[in-house]
Protein backbone atom coordinates (compact mmCIF):
# COMPACT_ATOMS: atom_id res chain seq x y z
CA UNK A 1 0.00 0.00 0.00
CA UNK A 2 1.39 3.46 -0.84
CA UNK A 3 1.82 6.29 1.65
CA UNK A 4 0.05 9.29 1.06
CA UNK A 5 1.74 12.74 1.33
CA UNK A 6 -0.11 15.36 3.31
CA UNK A 7 -1.98 17.79 1.05
CA UNK A 8 -5.20 19.11 0.80
CA UNK A 9 -7.84 17.25 1.63
CA UNK A 10 -6.32 14.60 3.81
CA UNK A 11 -7.24 13.47 6.61
CA UNK A 12 -4.19 13.61 8.74
CA UNK A 13 -3.23 11.78 12.36
CA UNK A 14 -0.61 13.31 14.93
CA UNK A 15 1.15 13.06 18.10
CA UNK A 16 2.16 16.13 19.26
CA UNK A 17 4.28 18.24 22.21
CA UNK A 18 4.16 21.78 22.57
CA UNK A 19 6.67 23.59 24.33
CA UNK A 20 6.33 27.54 26.40
CA UNK A 21 8.91 30.21 26.09
CA UNK A 22 11.14 28.53 28.80
CA UNK A 23 11.51 25.06 27.21
CA UNK A 24 8.92 23.61 29.50
CA UNK A 25 6.11 21.15 28.46
CA UNK A 26 3.13 22.51 28.53
CA UNK A 27 1.18 19.85 26.58
CA UNK A 28 1.80 16.37 25.50
CA UNK A 29 -0.16 14.20 23.67
CA UNK A 30 1.12 10.97 22.70
CA UNK A 31 -2.80 9.57 21.38
CA UNK A 32 -3.34 10.25 17.61
CA UNK A 33 -5.24 13.50 16.90
CA UNK A 34 -6.98 14.26 13.84
CA UNK A 35 -7.40 17.26 11.28
CA UNK A 36 -7.97 17.88 7.85
CA UNK A 37 -5.24 19.56 5.69
CA UNK A 38 -6.09 22.98 4.01
CA UNK A 39 -9.41 22.53 6.11
CA UNK A 40 -8.75 26.05 7.68
CA UNK A 41 -10.35 24.10 10.67
CA UNK A 42 -8.83 23.13 13.70
CA UNK A 43 -4.92 23.55 12.96
CA UNK A 44 -2.48 26.94 13.25
CA UNK A 45 -2.09 27.79 9.30
CA UNK A 46 2.51 27.79 10.25
CA UNK A 47 2.16 24.23 11.62
CA UNK A 48 -0.46 23.21 8.46
CA UNK A 49 1.94 24.17 5.86
CA UNK A 50 5.05 22.85 8.04
CA UNK A 51 3.31 19.48 7.57
CA UNK A 52 2.25 19.91 4.02
CA UNK A 53 3.68 17.12 1.99
CA UNK A 54 4.86 14.92 4.91
CA UNK A 55 3.94 11.44 5.04
CA UNK A 56 3.99 8.57 7.74
CA UNK A 57 6.18 8.78 10.35
CA UNK A 58 7.86 11.86 9.64
CA UNK A 59 8.19 14.22 12.21
CA UNK A 60 8.70 18.54 12.53
CA UNK A 61 9.76 20.61 15.21
CA UNK A 62 8.64 24.08 14.72
CA UNK A 63 9.29 27.64 16.63
CA UNK A 64 6.31 29.94 16.50
CA UNK A 65 6.11 33.37 17.18
CA UNK A 66 3.39 34.63 19.51
CA UNK A 67 1.64 36.46 16.37
CA UNK A 68 1.81 32.63 14.75
CA UNK A 69 0.76 30.48 17.06
CA UNK A 70 -1.54 31.95 20.24
CA UNK A 71 -1.16 35.40 19.91
CA UNK A 72 0.18 38.81 21.63
CA UNK A 73 -1.11 39.22 25.24
CA UNK A 74 -3.64 41.66 25.21
CA UNK A 75 -4.01 43.94 28.86
CA UNK A 76 -7.61 44.24 28.02
CA UNK A 77 -8.78 40.84 28.21
CA UNK A 78 -7.50 40.66 32.09
CA UNK A 79 -9.50 42.02 34.80
CA UNK A 80 -9.20 42.12 38.38
CA UNK A 81 -11.88 42.05 40.56
CA UNK A 82 -12.84 42.53 44.28
CA UNK A 83 -12.67 38.83 46.02
CA UNK A 84 -16.45 39.57 47.77
CA UNK A 85 -17.98 40.27 44.17
CA UNK A 86 -16.46 37.03 42.60
CA UNK A 87 -18.57 33.55 43.48
CA UNK A 88 -16.50 31.45 45.97
CA UNK A 89 -16.27 28.60 43.42
CA UNK A 90 -13.81 31.15 41.13
CA UNK A 91 -11.82 31.90 44.30
CA UNK A 92 -8.82 29.60 43.24
CA UNK A 93 -6.32 29.31 40.16
CA UNK A 94 -7.28 27.81 36.81
CA UNK A 95 -11.37 28.42 38.09
CA UNK A 96 -13.19 28.80 33.90
CA UNK A 97 -16.15 31.50 34.18
CA UNK A 98 -17.56 32.16 30.80
CA UNK A 99 -18.75 35.51 30.25
CA UNK A 100 -21.08 37.02 27.39
CA UNK A 101 -20.99 39.99 25.79
CA UNK A 102 -24.18 42.08 24.43
CA UNK A 103 -23.32 40.44 21.30
CA UNK A 104 -23.53 37.42 22.06
CA UNK A 105 -20.08 36.22 22.12
CA UNK A 106 -18.85 34.01 24.82
CA UNK A 107 -15.33 34.07 26.12
CA UNK A 108 -14.25 32.34 28.37
CA UNK A 109 -11.70 33.86 31.57
CA UNK A 110 -9.46 31.47 33.82
CA UNK A 111 -8.22 32.56 37.41
CA UNK A 112 -5.02 33.74 36.94
CA UNK A 113 -4.04 34.83 40.37
CA UNK A 114 -5.77 35.63 43.94
CA UNK A 115 -4.67 38.26 46.20
CA UNK A 116 -5.98 37.08 49.73
CA UNK A 117 -4.29 39.79 51.32
CA UNK A 118 -5.49 42.87 48.42
CA UNK A 119 -8.81 41.11 48.60
CA UNK A 120 -9.13 40.58 44.64
CA UNK A 121 -9.05 37.84 41.88
CA UNK A 122 -7.59 38.52 38.55
CA UNK A 123 -9.11 36.80 36.04
CA UNK A 124 -7.90 36.16 32.43
CA UNK A 125 -9.16 35.84 28.40
CA UNK A 126 -6.12 34.93 27.19
CA UNK A 127 -5.00 31.91 25.58
CA UNK A 128 -2.52 30.51 28.36
CA UNK A 129 0.30 30.71 25.90
CA UNK A 130 -0.50 34.16 24.28
CA UNK A 131 2.98 36.28 23.99
CA UNK A 132 5.16 33.15 23.82
CA UNK A 133 6.94 31.78 21.20
CA UNK A 134 6.36 28.15 21.34
CA UNK A 135 8.13 25.05 19.55
CA UNK A 136 5.89 22.04 18.53
CA UNK A 137 7.11 18.75 17.73
CA UNK A 138 4.49 17.17 15.69
CA UNK A 139 4.69 12.91 14.47
CA UNK A 140 2.73 12.25 12.10
CA UNK A 141 1.10 9.29 12.52
CA UNK A 142 -0.91 8.27 9.57
CA UNK A 143 -2.84 9.91 6.13
CA UNK A 144 -5.83 8.90 4.54
CA UNK A 145 -8.32 10.10 2.07
CA UNK A 146 -10.80 12.03 3.59
CA UNK A 147 -14.88 11.18 3.06
CA UNK A 148 -17.14 13.77 0.92
CA UNK A 149 -18.84 14.67 4.37
CA UNK A 150 -15.47 15.36 6.02
CA UNK A 151 -14.92 17.39 3.25
CA UNK A 152 -17.71 19.24 3.77
CA UNK A 153 -17.57 19.35 7.42
CA UNK A 154 -14.02 20.29 7.57
CA UNK A 155 -13.72 17.65 10.34
CA UNK A 156 -12.51 13.70 11.02
CA UNK A 157 -15.67 12.15 11.25
CA UNK A 158 -13.39 8.91 12.88
CA UNK A 159 -14.49 10.09 16.46
CA UNK A 160 -10.71 10.60 17.56
CA UNK A 161 -10.01 14.20 18.78
CA UNK A 162 -9.20 17.31 16.25
CA UNK A 163 -6.45 19.02 16.95
CA UNK A 164 -7.64 22.55 17.71
CA UNK A 165 -5.81 25.61 19.13
CA UNK A 166 -8.51 26.26 21.31
CA UNK A 167 -8.03 22.79 22.88
CA UNK A 168 -4.20 23.01 23.16
CA UNK A 169 -4.01 24.00 26.73
Known amino acids: MTQL ?21 FEVSDVPVSYIQG ?11 ALEGKTQGDAVTLSLT ?7 HLEELTFTDALENVPPDYRHLGAEAQFQNEQGEVKSF ?9 GTVTLDG ?14 VMDVREATEEERRTGRPADGLPSLQPQQIH
Open 110 to 118: VVSKVDVEA
Open 5 to 25: NISKGKVVYVTYSIKDSKQDF
Open 126 to 139: NHPLAGQTVTFHVK
Open 66 to 72: PEEAFGL
Open 39 to 49: SDVGLLLALEK
